[in-house]
């Protein structure tokens, strides 16, 4: 194999180990009546419930479905899952919807109602949830308080992404005004026992972040809602109906966000099935059989995409020449998820692939380093690519072609510079979602 | 020793393996009339020559000039260095003159005058030439060709920063223009034997970079210098001097920067006496020693400070949470030279200051995570710090203050920030410069 191959090898067979299937089975067993989860050992009599119900929302939880389907057989009775447009699998018992995302649609309110039908004709103490989330929930799944409409809602996102508010003040205005996010899908299933099962798309896991937290407390406040629609001038800005909503909420008039040690959660439990690390884990596990020394630096990456670059090929060159942090041949794996700041009129490409063009900027000229970054649910921003695969000579080839390397990270227009190379890397849908991979590899 | 004193400890104790007594005698070594140097086995039969003359530039020359008196003792004949204010001693032979950095200044001109007094009075075979180059010497020891002034060097200077000229385009016409820069000091001191010491400040230890190169060829042309003014349309800016001496030298009439493969090169050797690497290797064991494992993660970190305090960071949080890339307790080491890009009115602050607090910023909370950020020669960017020591509960104690640490690194204000909660380190001047260190320590 050339190192590009054993590059997209390496990504490829990791992938595998976070898709629905292996993550699902490797965490759920089922002996006679009672489903084991996780290395836990939380345990379910099946036989004390007189129904399983499945529920799910996110780009994942179709497939998770069907593998739990699998898994618990004829001990399901029913179930309702939403996932994003062209991400449903077909299923025999529990229903498959389709919904938007990044930004929610009709259909994402539908999902929310028929959620609301079906848990609360099943909610009793004889019914076992079974919560399938994944990234992509929080749009995917929408069920706006009542009062309040889905333009409400979209009204409310808007204001709160244009005034600068920060992510939590922005996630504690979001979980109180709808009726699933901020534990309040816990309290719509109380009294039934409720298993939540994650495959995380957030940075360190918090599971109150993780798809708006539906089934885990809320620590924000009617108060603290206040205080930030007050701090950035907002209640003026407000639709009719959100600003009465408000000013009841306030004055203490309707109930806050369930909080930690409220009775909703009694009989509530949360587990991540499968996150980032458990991807490094596969890749470096794979890179090791192959004879490759390997380091796992960091499952939390986060910036500039092209900073980030820039900081692994710092890495890598120090590999290749004084065999720290790695004696080579290495293998250094990372993951997380950067972001972008696009300028104006920017080109096109996603974090990957803008990641790989910076990375091959700086270690130009080094015969022996390579790297691939990609987003494991197969797409990198608005292109049909899942990331690119670069080398030290990268930029040479490309200058080769009349192209400048420098010149396209400016203008964010890394997918044209990688495609006129042959350096994408494509993969199709594959079905799960745990952010960003990047592999080095430093030959010797 | 708390894990704060523990980073000083590591930090200061590794300061003295970079310093020019150690790095010279380590590198070193006269056997009665041999002078034996590096690993490379480069020896000189001192009582071949007739003298040896000392010269140097650079932020530690002077102080290396000190030390190499002290190991060749009456072997040399005499000598010139040039520092910057403030960071001479006091030598027996070698007489020490100091000037202006960042900026060139008149006495940077009269050290070029005297460097080439001296050199030519000494210039023959019968002379080893010993230049001892450190960071700094680039406007310290300054000497433009003839027909060029001082002010001629110093208004091209400007026309390249501001015309967007990329670093390897300004270097080409630095070099073009000085009678030391571009391995035109070999010339200068041909035919006589020179061994260039280096102790590296630039990234990758590139030698016709450090210093400019004055003892190394130079791959730049007449032709490239006439590109970068056409490319930039710089004749028109150039003061009367500078054009004609350009237009000269494009039309073949002035000679070219000596080339690899030129008979000025044939006596010389250039050797790194220490770099960032050291320095980092040197930190790592002492962690070692007091029972951490230990990672040297990268000697070549640059792009901006506080992305790379994101990225320390990320791995930061992974190594506390997962034991990876290092196994608690753990010393994680890096080095390099990062950037601050300032806006509009900025406060005070370092590349160090500004690492550290966007560090602190994303591992607030986790309270066995510390980080040393530090300029090995005592000073980061223009405050009288080093650096920064930081932890997990630097964002929280800073806030019981009032303080927002997002604010002030938004600001660029983080030597307000970090003095008001006495997190700023303090080591007055080093004598040395091998970039800057980042010590991440992790404990159980």
Redesign the interface.
């Known amino acids: 194999m050339t190192p590009a191959q054993t590059l997209r090898h390496i990504f490829e067979q990791a992938l595998q180990v976070v898709r629905p299937e292996p993550m699902l089975t490797s965490c759920l067993t089922l002996k006679k009546d009672v489903l084991i989860v996780g290395e836990q050992s939380l345990k379910f009599d099946l036989s004390r419930f007189k129904r399983v119900v499945v529920l799910g929302a996110g780009k994942a939880s179709s497939e998770m479905a069907r593998v739990l389907e699998r898994i618990l057989g004829p001990w399901i009775s029913a179930g309702l899952v939403v996932t994003k447009y062209g991400h449903g699998v077909s299923c025999k018992k529990v229903k498959t919807l389709e919904a938007g995302h990044p930004v929610p649609d009709q259909n994402s309110l539908r999902a929310g109602i028929e959620f609301k039908n079906l848990i609360t004709s099943y909610q009793d103490k004889d019914t076992l949830f079974i919560f399938l989330l994944s990234g992509g929930a929080s749009s995917l799944l929408v069920l706006p308080e009542q009062g309040l409409s889905l333009d409400d809602k979209m009204a409310l996102n808007k204001l709160l992404l244009s005034c600068g508010a920060n992510i939590y003040e922005i996630n504690a205005l979001r979980k109180h005004v709808s009726q699933i996010k901020g534990g309040k899908l816990s309290k719509m299933a109380y009294p039934s026992s409720l298993l939540t099962l994650i495959i995380s798309d957030v940075i ?1 896991d918090p599971l109150d972040v993780i798809g708006s937290g539906p089934t885990v407390p809320d620590s924000s406040s009617w108060a603290e809602c206040k205080a930030i629609l007050d701090k950035y001038e907002l209640w003026d800005q407000l639709t009719p109906s959100l600003r009465t909503y408000f000013e009841q909420g306030v004055k203490g008039k309707l109930a806050d966000t369930p909080k930690s040690g409220d009775k909703f959660f009694s009989h509530v439990k949360n587990l991540i099935v499968g996150n980032n ?1 458990t991807l ?1 884990t596969k890749a470096a596990q794979i890179a090791t059989d192959l004879g490759y020394n390997t ?10 995409a092209k ?2 670059g ?2 692994l090929a ?2 890598a ?2 590999a290749v020449k ?1 065999g ?2 790695c004696a080579l041949p290495c293998c250094i794996v990372s993951g ?1 998820e950067t972001t972008v700041r696009l300028g104006q009129n920017p080109g096109l490409g996603g974090r990957n692939q803008e990641l790989a063009l910076s990375f091959a900027l700086d270690v130009e000229g080094l015969d022996n380093v390579f790297l691939l970054s990609a987003g494991s649910d197969g797409t990198d921003g608005p292109t049909d690519a899942a990331g690119a695969i670069v080398d030290g000579r990268t930029i040479k080839q490309a200058r080769s072609k009349g192209l400048n390397g420098q010149n396209f990270l400016t203008r964010h227009d890394s997918y044209s510079f990688l495609q006129a190379i042959d350096a994408l890397l494509f993969t199709g849908p594959t079905y799960t979602n745990v952010m960003d991979i990047q592999i080095i590899l430093g030959e010797k």
């Open positions: 360190g690390f490094l380091l796992i630096l960091s499952s939390e990456l986060q910036g500039e900073e980030a820039k900081f710092s890495i060159k120090t004084h720290c942090p997380g």
